[in-house]
């Protein structure tokens, strides 16, 4: 059995993934696509942000699943659109924000969250929140660095979110560490190092990888989300989007 996992970035910035992105996923027994935006915001660092990215990110997920898709990867850790896509088709799609999060909390009992800005804090906390882990939340951290300035910081974003990683497993108890933006790709290998040195030995989730290897294995097993609870919406006029036909 051969699957293809779709990722969509649900951005215009048109240099922020290459296909190369994703070779590590890919085995001889599984392939990785992608697709970046027509419409929407450069970037993803807030609601309004994320709203902008909606339309065009179901679009694309209709576009995958018609190509021969085996399941739908949203490339954004707000998880924009995630539960229009499921309603818009039937193969798998993730979310890498409830994915990491929800393997985080098994490994780990309790996680913090390190993501680009403090602004996001809200953000964040409210889907946590609407994915039923606020218990298992244990602290939101910051770095600061915008999302399209990620790839002008890299050398020195390890050691910053290293050391976010190790204040909140020591002031907050946190189990586990999310790598909170998708940017942060590649990072996770040396971050956790860095805190085994220091004697912290905790898991650190890159959710990129992870939620395309989820994605995976539920192809494998048969299994996809419930379209009793994402039903396909109604057949009615939608005016000003340009809309696959859902009900062909």
């Given at each position: 059995?051969?699957?293809?996992?779709?990722?969509?970035?649900?951005?215009?910035?048109?240099?922020?993934?290459?296909?190369?992105?994703?070779?590590?996923?890919?085995?001889?027994?599984l392939t990785v696509t992608s697709s970046m935006l027509d419409r929407g915001p450069a970037s993803i660092e807030s609601e309004f942000d994320?709203?902008?990215?909606?339309?065009?990110?179901?679009?694309?997920?209709?576009?995958a699943e018609r190509a021969g898709a085996d399941a739908v990867v949203i490339d954004c850790m707000g998880d924009p659109g995630l539960a229009?896509?499921?309603?818009?088709?039937?193969?798998?799609?993730?979310?890498?924000?409830?994915?990491?999060?929800?393997?985080?909390?098994?490994?780990?009992?309790?996680?913090?969250?390190?993501?680009?800005?403090?602004?996001?804090?809200?953000?964040?906390?409210?889907?946590?929140?609407?994915?039923?882990?606020?218990?298992?939340?244990?602290?939101?951290?910051?770095?600061?660095?915008?999302?399209?300035?990620?790839?002008?910081?890299?050398?020195?974003?390890?050691?910053?979110?290293?050391?976010?990683?190790?204040?909140?497993?020591?002031?907050?108890?946190?189990?586990?560490?999310?790598?909170?933006?998708?940017?942060?790709?590649?990072?996770?290998?040396?971050?956790?190092?860095?805190?085994?040195?220091?004697?912290?030995?905790?898991?650190?989730?890159?959710?990129?990888?992870?939620?395309?290897?989820?994605?995976?294995?539920?192809?494998?097993?048969?299994?996809?989300?419930?379209?009793?609870i994402y039903p396909l919406p109604d057949r009615k006029v939608i005016t000003g989007y340009s809309m696959p036909d859902l009900w062909r």
């Amino acid at each position: 059995m051969k699957t293809n996992i779709h990722v969509i970035t649900p951005i215009t910035t048109c240099d922020f993934r290459t296909g190369d992105d994703f070779r590590a996923c890919e085995r001889t027994d599984l392939t990785v696509t992608s697709s970046m935006l027509d419409r929407g915001p450069a970037s993803i660092e807030s609601e309004f942000d994320e709203v902008l990215a909606i339309p065009d990110t179901i679009v694309r997920a209709i576009e995958a699943e018609r190509a021969g898709a085996d399941a739908v990867v949203i490339d954004c850790m707000g998880d924009p659109g995630l539960a229009a896509c499921r309603e818009a088709v039937s193969i798998p799609v993730l979310g890498p924000c409830q994915t990491g999060c929800h393997v985080a909390s098994m490994l780990g009992h309790r996680f913090s969250f390190i993501t680009v800005l403090d602004r996001l804090r809200p953000m964040i906390d409210h889907i946590v929140g609407s994915y039923g882990l606020t218990d298992r939340y244990a602290a939101f951290e910051a770095v600061n660095v915008p999302v399209l300035d990620i790839s002008h910081s890299i050398d020195r974003l390890g050691g910053l979110l290293a050391a976010k990683a190790g204040k909140t497993i020591r002031e907050d108890h946190a189990g586990a560490i999310v790598l909170g933006c998708t940017g942060f790709m590649g990072l996770a290998e040396s971050i956790g190092r860095q805190l085994a040195d220091e004697g912290l030995k905790v898991p650190v989730i890159d959710a990129i990888p992870l939620t395309i290897r989820f994605a995976d294995t539920l192809v494998r097993c048969g299994l996809t989300h419930s379209k009793r609870i994402y039903p396909l919406p109604d057949r009615k006029v939608i005016t000003g989007y340009s809309m696959p036909d859902l009900w062909r």
